[in-house]
């Protein structure tokens, strides 16, 4: 069979690289990465750039780990997130359909408000995002509809890879600190990069188009998972639990987060697409890929 070229943009990031090590090994495909830094250079906010490389490259697919991902800096620099996290998708989107390629877009959790707990949140929940981040990230979603053919949208959540994460973080900071001070009131489900590449490996060739909820399964809080992470790591650091409010009152630039925010994988389980592995069975095994 003929190889089938797939773009990757933002290959560079978490889930760039899990897609990477994801596809190696399948000659079904042939993975194009790109991503600012990349050897192969492309900023999805560069509209001219998009539509030639597309253009040029007549992919089967194109795959977007590209995005701006640091909540807090959103807050005080709405015009870059905006560009990011919504032309850029556009951008991806019209260039897609002009080359009948399939697109894989993700887009996260943060979409949603978390103010009430009554239940996870499946794709037809109504969405109301509190942050820049979540706002830019929601409009990508629209025009991704609004511009693609063919598309698979999938909101993740609390991922972690080879990259900057939580995890990571709080293996940084447990160096230097005997306790760390992490939220507990706020919920949702950790999610391996590893896992999300696998869903998407098994989407791709189907023709299960729309907007899917991909999570790990179960779910925790932040200084719960914090806990988990310092004691796989053989770790003795205590982690203090505060509320949001504590939280905030002490960083008062920080984004407001959804206080609930656990997503129902509902049409993945409707359509018999991809079941996830459990949150605490995907964080060891990030431990055994010796990731951190
Ligand atoms: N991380 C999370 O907790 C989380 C949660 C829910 C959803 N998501 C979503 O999951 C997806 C993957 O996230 P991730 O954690 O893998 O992100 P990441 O590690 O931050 O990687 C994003 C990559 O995109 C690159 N990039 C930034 N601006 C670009 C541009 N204009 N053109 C091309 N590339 C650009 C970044 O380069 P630089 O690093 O040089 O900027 C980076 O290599 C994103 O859509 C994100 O919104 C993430």
């Not at 050897?39 to 906010?45: A, S």
């Not at 539509?51 to 807050?75: G, H, L």
């Not at 310092?230 to 409010?245: C, F, I, P, Q, Y």
């Amino acid at each position: 069979m003929d190889s089938r070229k797939i773009i990757v943009t933002g290959c560079n990031g978490q889930l760039g690289r899990a897609i990477g090590r994801e596809f190696e090994g399948d000659d079904r495909y042939e993975l194009i990465g790109c991503d600012v830094t990349a050897e192969i250079k492309l900023d999805i906010t560069d509209t001219d750039a998009v539509m030639k490389f597309v253009r040029d490259t007549a992919p089967e697919a194109i795959i977007n780990c590209a995005a701006y991902t640091a909540v807090d800096k959103q807050e005080t620099d709405r015009e870059l997130s905006m560009k990011i996290n919504a032309i850029g998708p556009r951008n991806l989107a019209i260039a897609a359909s002009e080359a009948h390629a399939k697109l894989i877009h993700i887009s996260t959790d943060y979409v949603f408000s978390g103010e009430t707990s009554d239940h996870p949140r499946t794709e037809f929940d109504p969405v109301g995002p509190v942050s820049v981040y979540g706002r830019t990230k929601l409009a990508g979603e629209e025009f991704v509809k609004q511009f693609a053919d063919r598309y698979f949208m999938i909101r993740t959540a609390w991922l972690y890879g080879d990259g900057h994460n939580f995890a990571k973080t709080m293996l940084e900071l447990s160096k230097t600190h005997d306790e760390l001070t992490v939220v507990d009131d706020q919920l949702g489900t950790p999610t391996s990069a590893k896992e999300l590449a696998r869903c998407i490996h098994a989407l791709l060739p189907t023709d299960n188009y729309g907007l899917f909820h991909g999570t790990c399964e179960g779910d925790t809080n932040w200084a719960a998972f914090a806990e988990r992470v310092l004691k796989l790591a053989g770790k003795d650091t205590r982690v203090v639990h505060v509320s949001t409010e504590e939280y905030m009152k002490k960083n008062p630039g920080s984004a407001r987060r959804p206080a609930y925010s656990i997503l129902d994988n509902y049409m993945l389980r409707l359509t018999d697409a991809y079941t996830f592995a459990d949150w605490e069975a995907a964080i060891e095994e990030y431990f055994g890929d010796g990731l951190v």
